[in-house]
């Protein structure tokens, strides 16, 4: 089974009185241990699709499976008549918590906290005590290579390192796929090619990769590359990396 | 999540924002101070009051033309309109009444230096005019020498009864009785000398100094000289019989009519002690109503700082919420934050209120109070507070967008 299915996905904002189709019916499968690239101009609905993925937005309608959960199905909403195809909003944010690791293009990094603190915060709202909380984010930042720095706190860290501690951040509770939101928008591009280093790594580890990205040097280091264009997928192709 | 996270973060995020919080916590300092201090400071008074209030006598009343305390204005015609007490009312007092009691009649004056030699007191010894039952009421005790006689009354003799505070002043070093003292330019031979007696609210006992009340009233009385009567009843037991018989008699001498109320105030300890309760008591309905006052408009402010702080936390909300926190998480961490600020204010509130509070003490010399119930008071009020102004920037935190919010800049 595909680790994420998304079937006639659609999403429609509302603003003002106009109707913006975000998402004009999207069929994607991405399979376990996958590297994809998202492409696609602003407005073509790739960030929407990387919110709904990554369950911080609902679809207007289709269905969504990730990991054998659904986490938005209509025909089973309207079937039922309830909201019982749909999870609600504590329950997203379990998914989140579980099945999900975010990588920002700005870091998201909590300021005043150390980079160690930044990386147990999943952690702590997974419920993991203490003791196994330090041991969990110091086996992450040993992995992006930053156990020397655990200590500091993100303004003492350059763009590169406070990515790698994002990217700890996403890695620590084993989730399901990580989704990675122009992860080198911010850097030179030595330090990008240290990101998307570690990230072929992580895929070559064994993690699903989801990579937001208008570069094509970047989107290259995916296996396969979707296009997005006016809330549709315009192609769907494998990289040299992928025919490998 | 649970408690002990929420904690922690509350704090980080208090001590992150110092100034911020410091400011913000000072109302609720300002309102629980004002509570404790005054509170505390009654709740010394009070008890300095209750085992000090033997200025009476436990077993002694006093009779006087006007009320020992006077609440609020207006009323004093009512009290100066009535006839003085005089000593013949005294007199005939004495003969009607038999029951078990002693009746001293005495009068009061200050402001007369007293001299001695080359000495010379400042004016603020008491000089009191006293018959001589007064030993029994007064709870002075003679220490050498000997107390104001019926003789001395009879022929109003120049003589004295002195504190030890005016043989302090005046003849340290001499054997006080037979010596001459001035006052107001009249020679008074000492015969008496009292026990030290201490002082009630930091006011010395022992700054009088006693003559007959016959020579006081020929020396220093006027028109407007009442005395006042002390009763000192024998038996406790008999203690209402003993005032009632007394109100009884002092009517019939007095010509009061039936229907009309006494023309004379009685004073007793409970009495002295329900007077003083009742200022107390509208100092303390005023203090509540300040701190209230106070407290409320520090809760204001504290939703205020919250409102500022979730505002200010948009994205960190948002980041919070991408990596799985519920909003439970979020609203609990708001609410605590708002919780312990309150909490801090209280704590330092309290403290700064019983040590201003037991200041009082200090000066008066009595034992200081911890008004345990008004810290544990101002403790639950505080975390009231806390939770009904936190929780709509808490619930406005929680229901924060996660894409708005990490978007936010």
């Not at chain 2, 006992?205 to 000192?232: C, Q």
């Not at chain 2, 609990?332 to 040590?355: K, R, S």
């Not at chain 2, 000066?363 to 639950?380: N, S, Y």
């Amino acid at each position: 089974m595909a680790l994420l299915e998304l079937k006639k996905v659609t999403k429609v904002y509302q603003i003002g009185t106009v109707a913006v189709h975000a998402l004009r019916g999207i069929d994607l499968t991405v399979e376990k241990n996958e590297y994809l690239s998202v492409m696609g101009p602003s407005g073509s609905g790739k960030s929407t699709l990387m919110n709904v993925i990554g369950c911080l937005d609902t679809p207007t309608s289709g269905t969504y499976i990730l990991d054998g959960k659904t986490v938005h199905n209509d025909e089973k909403k309207a079937a039922e008549n309830s909201t019982n195809g749909m999870l609600s909003d504590d329950d997203l944010a379990y998914v989140r918590n579980q099945k999900i690791g975010f990588v920002f293009q700005t870091f998201n990094l909590l300021p005043r906290i150390t980079a160690l603190h930044n990386v147990e915060l999943p952690l702590i709202y997974a419920g993991f005590h203490k003791k196994e909380r330090i041991e969990m984010a110091k086996e992450a930042l040993r992995k992006v290579n930053l156990i020397d720095r655990m200590h500091h706190q993100p303004n003492e860290l350059s763009g590169g390192q406070r990515q790698r501690v994002a990217i700890a951040r996403a890695l620590v509770n084993n989730p399901s796929i990580i989704l990675a939101d122009e992860p080198t928008g911010n850097l030179d591009s030595k330090t990008s090619q240290e990101i998307m280093q570690l990230l072929d790594e992580l895929q070559a580890a064994g993690n699903t990769i989801v990579l937001v990205t208008h570069e094509t040097d970047i989107a290259n280091h995916a296996h396969r590359v979707v296009h997005f264009l006016d809330g549709l997928i315009a192609s769907d192709e494998q990289t040299l990396k992928g025919k490998g | 999540m649970n408690i002990r996270e929420v904690l922690t973060s509350s704090l980080d995020s208090i001590r992150q924002n110092k100034l911020r919080s410091f400011l913000t916590l000072l109302g609720v300092v300002i309102g629980v101070f004002s509570i404790i201090g005054v509170m505390t400071a009654i709740n010394v008074l009070q008890s300095s009051v209750e085992t000090n209030l033997n200025i009476l006598g436990t077993n002694t009343f006093f009779i006087q033309k006007y009320p020992a305390v006077q609440i609020g204005g207006g009323h004093n015609w009512k009290y100066r309109n009535r006839k003085n007490l005089t000593y013949s009312d005294y007199l005939q007092l004495k003969d009607s009444f038999s029951g078990p009691a002693t009746i001293t009649a005495e009068d009061w004056h200050g402001g007369d230096p007293i001299k001695f030699k080359d000495n010379q007191t400042k004016n603020n010894v008491g000089i009191q005019g006293v018959t001589p039952e007064w030993e029994f009421s007064s709870g002075y005790f003679i220490q050498s020498g000997r107390m104001i006689s019926r003789t001395d009354m009879e022929q109003m003799r120049n003589v004295a009864v002195i504190g030890q505070d005016v043989i302090d002043v005046l003849m340290p070093l001499y054997d006080p009785i037979g010596q001459t003292i001035t006052i107001r330019g009249v020679k008074f031979s000492v015969i008496g000398t009292l026990e030290r007696k201490g002082s009630i609210f930091g006011q010395s006992e022992d700054n009088v100094v006693i003559i007959p009340l016959t020579t006081h009233m020929k020396m220093f009385a006027n028109r407007w000289s009442s005395l006042g009567y002390a009763i000192a009843v024998m038996d406790m037991s008999k203690f209402d019989d003993v005032r009632d018989e007394i109100v009884f008699h002092l009517r019939l001498i007095r010509n009061v009519p039936l229907t009309a109320e006494n023309d004379f105030e009685i004073v007793s300890n409970s009495s002295l002690i329900d007077t003083f309760n009742q200022i107390t008591g509208a100092i303390k309905i005023a203090a509540l109503l300040i701190s209230s006052i106070a407290l409320l408009a520090a809760g204001i402010g504290i939703m205020n700082i919250m409102l500022v702080s979730v505002t200010e936390r948009t994205r960190e909300i948002g980041i919070r919420k991408s990596i799985g926190a519920k909003k439970r998480d979020i609203m609990n961490q708001f609410l605590f934050e708002a919780i312990f600020l309150t909490e801090i204010g209280a704590v330092i509130g309290i403290v700064l209120g019983i040590v201003v509070g037991n200041l009082l003490p200090v000066t008066m010399k009595v034992d200081g109070v911890f008004p345990l119930d008004w810290a544990l008071i101002g403790i639950i009020v505080c975390s009231a507070i806390g939770i009904v102004f936190g929780t709509y920037p808490a619930v406005k935190a929680a229901r924060l967008d996660p894409i708005e919010a990490l978007r936010y800049e």
